[in-house]
């Protein structure tokens, strides 16, 4: 049988065409922001009609068609229609906070943190890529993003890096990715509805025409910045995603995907939820729109409003996420964030580690073959028989059963009587054990790239520390 096949769908062919012929309409009657003139120069270039007196680009419909029909020619095309055929992996979106689950507090993250976040990364497994976890409030605002990038780039076997904060430190940060021979790149993200910041662009500006692209992401709130349907909300995205797609291409068209952030806006509190079962009908119709384009798909989904690894926490993450992916998705939300980005924890990292190495498990499936099935050993076992001994379950232990390093499976008198420790409190060893001597890691990098990073690092930080 090999990996799973399956898929679930939200919307029907003629709804999808619904959604894609609404957006087409906004973008050529309503328009979006760019307030910055390079920008728009570079939007009529590409055959946006452009309004200079408020800054809004209108795409006609025949433009964005024929560029939708290109970008679709420049994909790689899929040999399945189904949904997702890759293994499951993580990523890490840099938070203000840290929340230390021992002690209680919420804080705001430092220097100490960042490399304390490196190290444990390298021993997850399900996460690939090595973003900062955090802000470093001790280091001059003015320079955190270029030496968490130093950081990352020095220490960690992973790609990564972290929001670019300013054009000045995006140039400094291209040089530091160009030294060391590691990616970067700019999330272009729009401000919601149907425009974008011009700091936002002035940062954008820094990469175009590089060997580096874009990443997109807008995150519609239905009921604030979109309708309080969801049909609307997935029209307001699927425009601003559009819209999105369109200006890369005109900067550089270096990394175009569809990447959806939507979510819902909990009316009581107004505040932006990220597990509300809403997200996974929003992920599923993501991942048929996204199909729609022929455009790998990222949502952001397994996230929770859970502000502690509870059940909350555990149903919100894992339904959201899995009925996401089924529904055509390749990518979910970053992860170790608690709640609504209140923060990031790294006990919450582990466990996200965890449940994602269980999923790419059940996403493998098994095969049927006849020494799997295993026919002449159960004949020769017969009625009665125990496996257990057999050189046929030694042969096929580890493929056959996933390993969890945190989640109980013990008796009640080994789990509870006997004083077995609490998920948290495995997590947390788990992290100290990973981290052990993070303070003392070795470079990845040799000794005289070691001492130019540091070189650019004194330059940028004389340009871009002003007292």
């Not at 007196?53 to 795409?59: G, H, I, L, P, Y």
């Not at 981290?435 to 890691?441: E, F, N, P, V």
């Not at 990845?444 to 330059?459: H, I, M, S």
């Amino acid at each position: 049988m090999g990996r799973i096949n399956a898929k679930v769908e939200v919307l029907s062919s003629e709804e999808i065409a619904r959604v894609h012929e609404a957006s087409l309409r906004i973008l050529e009657k309503t328009g979006f922001k760019v307030p910055h003139e390079e920008c728009l120069n570079r939007c009529e270039r590409l055959g946006a009609i452009v309004d200079r007196k408020s800054q809004v680009v209108r795409v006609p419909r025949s433009v964005m068609e024929a560029m939708l029909v290109q970008v679709k020619s420049e994909r790689p095309v899929r040999s399945s229609d189904q949904p997702n055929r890759s293994k499951l992996a993580g990523s890490i979106s840099t938070q203000v906070f840290i929340v230390d689950y021992q002690t209680g507090i919420r804080r705001y993250g430092l220097r100490d943190d960042v490399m304390k976040g490196i190290s444990l990364v390298q021993g997850l497994g399900s996460i690939p890529s090595c973003n900062a976890v955090t802000i470093p409030s001790d280091v001059h605002p003015g320079l955190s993003d270029v030496v968490s990038h130093q950081l990352i780039y020095q220490y960690s076997k992973k790609p990564g890096g972290t929001y670019i904060l300013t054009p000045n430190s995006a140039k400094w940060i291209i040089e530091m990715a160009r030294l060391t021979g590691n990616g970067t790149g700019y999330g272009l993200e729009t401000v919601s509805p149907l425009q974008f910041r011009k700091e936002s662009l002035d940062m954008a500006m820094v990469f175009a025409d590089t060997e580096f692209g874009y990443w997109i992401g807008p995150m519609v709130m239905a009921g604030a910045t979109g309708p309080i349907t969801l049909a609307g909300t997935l029209t307001m995205e699927n425009t601003e995603i559009l819209a999105s797609i369109f200006l890369v291409k005109a900067l550089n068209g270096r990394g175009i995907s569809y990447g959806s952030a939507n979510h819902t806006m909990d009316m009581r509190t107004l505040l932006c939820s990220f597990g509300a079962p809403g997200q996974a009908l929003l992920g599923i119709a993501a991942g048929q729109m996204g199909k729609f384009y022929g455009l790998e798909v990222a949502s952001n989904s397994g996230l929770t409003d859970a502000l502690y690894p509870d059940f909350q926490g555990g149903i919100e993450k894992s339904m959201n996420a899995i009925f996401s992916l089924l529904g055509g998705t390749t990518g979910i939300g970053c992860q170790g964030i608690v709640g609504a980005d209140m923060g990031i924890s790294l006990e919450q990292l582990v466990l996200d580690n965890e449940w994602m190495d269980s999923y790419n498990y059940v996403m493998e499936g098994f095969t049927a073959d006849v020494e799997n099935i295993a026919e002449d050993l159960i004949h020769e076992l017969g009625i009665g028989g125990n496996f257990i001994a057999e050189e046929h379950t030694v042969e096929h232990l580890r493929e056959s059963q996933w390993e969890t390093r945190l989640f109980n499976r013990n008796a009640w008198d080994a789990g509870v009587i006997g004083g077995g420790k609490p998920l948290l409190s495995r997590a947390h060893e788990r992290v100290e054990a990973l981290t052990a001597g993070y303070r003392d890691m070795e470079p990845v990098l040799d000794t005289p790239t070691c001492e130019r990073l540091d070189y650019l690092v004194k330059c940028a930080s004389g340009e871009l520390v002003k007292n």
